[in-house]
């Protein structure tokens, strides 16, 4: 009687047949493996392991993702040094905070600065906006920042060139006529649209630092940012500042008092 014994082993097989009365030696059939599959198993790691990396970075992606807008939707009281009124925070700009700065069209050495309210959030501004496509010659006004309120209200400044205004040069605001005249000439930057007559509630002015203020109160139901709006406007080398304040007619009546309070500490 013979008996063979058959070992499996993974890949391949190990037979064994012990000597009989008929059999001197041993014989032994031991299949070689192929080398594929060894092969196979490479791909398979090395394509997990791309998988995972690649998992890794769209997770780590994300996260900043989320921390950039995060960021951005901090409320200023937050991370602005107190202005010393109420709980107010005094917002001044980088020299490198807006294309005009950069390029040194607004004074980059001594810029405006003014007060915001501690739940103001900083809005990002469209590059059409911003005059980015334009400086450091831009013709029409841009937009230097723009915050909101988290319960409402905005501010936004506005930046002109002097020749939009006038052909002078070296001129101060009051050479530029009266609060009422020069209305006439910025008036639609305000509204973001046109300005009638009777939107006008009131207007005056003030000397800062060197510097005339032309103050405007406006009520202008088709204004883009709110039918209700205090605004100040100032000159400075040979640009025009606007620096203008809205409101809903909702929002007004809460919001008013902090919003003059707002224009009135703006210096360019």
Known sequence: MQVSVKITLGCGSLRLQPPGRCHKRQVAAIPVCNAAPAEHFQDELSTRRHLLLSSALVG??????????AAANKEVGSYLPAYGTEDFVLFV?????????????VDNTSPYRFALPPNFVEQKVANIQSGNYCQPRCDEPWTEVIFEGAQGGRVELIVSPLQKLTSKKNVKVEDLGTPDQLLERVGNYITGTYMDEDALVASNSRTQDGLTYYLYELNAPYAKTGAHS???????????????ASATDKQWGKLEGSL?????SFRA
């Open 60 to 69: 780590f992606s994300l996260i900043a993702a989320s921390r950039t807008k």
């Open 93 to 105: 700009p980088s020299a490198s905070k807006t294309p005009a700065l950069r390029a040194g069209t």
């Open 230 to 244: 205090y605004t100040a406007c100032t000159v400075k080398g040979d640009l025009a500042f606007l620096f203008v």
């Open 260 to 264: 003059r309070r707002v224009v009135e």
